[in-house]
């Protein structure tokens, strides 16, 4: 079946540093991939996507690219701000089109000290 | 506010006991899911309401679980017999719709259910 995996955490850094958090997935057809964002004490939001191969998605400094070849969707942000500190989830549509539910992955800590 | 609003937000209940969590998604917003989120397990999908269409059940761990959704709008996830492993945080998102719209859910900020 679908699902997706990402780089277990918790993962500590300090300001400015470079951020990636790897994603890949497993689909059949062709999913629409997402980053969901989970600030503490806030619901989850949506912070990027990509509906097709090769897509990047880019929101407040983040960016993640589609990569059909590889099965990855990973997280990256080149100078990360101690308000980044959050839990970070992937996730695909696997009805694309539709309004299928969402598959997540288990989901990322992220820690950003001054 | 204009989000997704649910309720309560924390909850703590005997084993055995039923429960009942309320969802009210963002006005006109057709489809409704309910997720739940333990720790160290990510989001498991439960249930998913679009529009008249007969609700997507696959995701209810047992027949404990149910779920209804009034008039197109507010949804109540049903628990009923509770045991020590129902004991998560249950989010409900509500989503615009349409294939452009896919994927893209606005969550409530959960009603944390512990069961004793």
């Known amino acids: 079946g679908n699902s997706v995996t990402q780089m277990e955490g918790p993962v500590t850094l300090s300001e400015e540093a470079f951020l990636t958090i790897n994603c890949t997935y497993t689909?059949?057809?062709?999913?629409?991939l997402f980053w969901y964002v989970q600030y503490p004490g806030e619901g989850l939001q949506l912070l990027l996507k990509?509906?097709?191969?090769?897509d990047k998605g880019s929101n407040k400094g983040f960016e993640a690219t589609y990569r059909k070849e590889t099965t990855s969707f990973h997280l990256e942000k080149g100078s990360v701000q101690v308000s980044d500190s959050a839990v970070y989830f992937c996730?695909?549509?696997?009805?694309?089109?539709?309004?299928?539910?969402?598959?997540f992955g288990k989901g990322t800590k992220l820690s950003v000290k001054p | 506010g204009a989000g997704v609003s649910q309720s309560p937000s924390n909850k703590v209940t005997e084993k055995g006991k039923d429960v009942e969590l309320r969802c009210d998604p963002i006005?006109?917003?057709?489809?409704l899911y309910w997720y739940r989120q333990s720790l160290g397990q990510g989001l498991e999908f439960l249930i998913y309401?679009?529009?008249?269409?007969?609700?997507?059940k696959s995701g209810l761990p047992s027949d404990r679980f149910s779920a209804e959704r009034t008039g197109g709008s507010v949804s109540t996830l049903t628990i009923q017999r509770t045991q020590q492993e129902d004991s998560a945080v249950y989010l409900c998102?509500?989503?615009?719709?349409?294939?452009?719209?896919?994927?893209?859910?606005?969550f409530g900020e959960g009603s944390r259910l512990t069961v004793l």
């Open positions: 689909a059949t057809g062709y999913p629409s």
């Open positions: 006005s006109g917003h057709t489809a």
């Open positions: 998102a509500s989503s615009l719709g349409g294939q452009g719209r896919a994927g893209e859910l606005f």
């Open positions: 996730a695909l549509s696997d009805r694309g089109g539709s309004q299928g539910n969402l598959i």
């Open positions: 990509a509906t097709k191969a090769d």
């Open positions: 309401f679009q529009g008249n269409s007969a609700p997507d």
